[in-house]
């Protein structure tokens, strides 16, 4: 019988984070925080979930590591609020949990 249909395998993930936040560059804050981690050149661990409530099957929670790849200056037009973002590049498995 002849193959109708192309079929696929599944490869590696791929998954990066990028997050917008505002710029706070007092001891300790954003920009420290960040700047730590980009200098530092080492995975770190994430935890993600849409709420900060109780993990469910309505609010999972995602785990894994992930390295600092892109770290924004600031931006924003004169008058609003300081911005930056930060894309992560995750590294290894992602665990999802829903208890």
């Known amino acids: 019988m002849a193959?109708?249909?192309?079929?696929?395998?599944?490869?590696?993930?791929?998954?990066?984070i990028t997050v917008s936040l505002n710029a706070d560059y007092a001891a300790s804050q954003t920009d420290?925080?960040?700047?730590?981690?980009y200098s530092g050149a080492a995975a770190v661990a994430f935890i993600i979930r849409p709420a900060?409530?109780?993990?469910?099957?309505?609010?999972?929670?995602?785990t894994g590591?992930?390295?600092?790849?892109?770290f924004g200056t600031v931006d924003g037009s004169?008058?609003?609020?300081?911005g930056q973002s930060a894309t992560f590049?995750?590294?290894?498995?992602v665990a999802r949990a829903t208890s």
């Open 32 to 37: 420290a925080t960040l700047w730590a981690i």
């Open 89 to 93: 590049q995750v590294t290894g498995d």
């Open 78 to 82: 004169v008058g609003d609020t300081a």
């Open 52 to 62: 900060a409530t109780a993990v469910s099957t309505s609010n999972p929670n995602y």
């Open 65 to 70: 590591s992930c390295v600092l790849t892109d």
């Open 3 to 16: 193959d109708n249909a192309r079929s696929f395998l599944p490869g590696l993930n791929n998954a990066t």
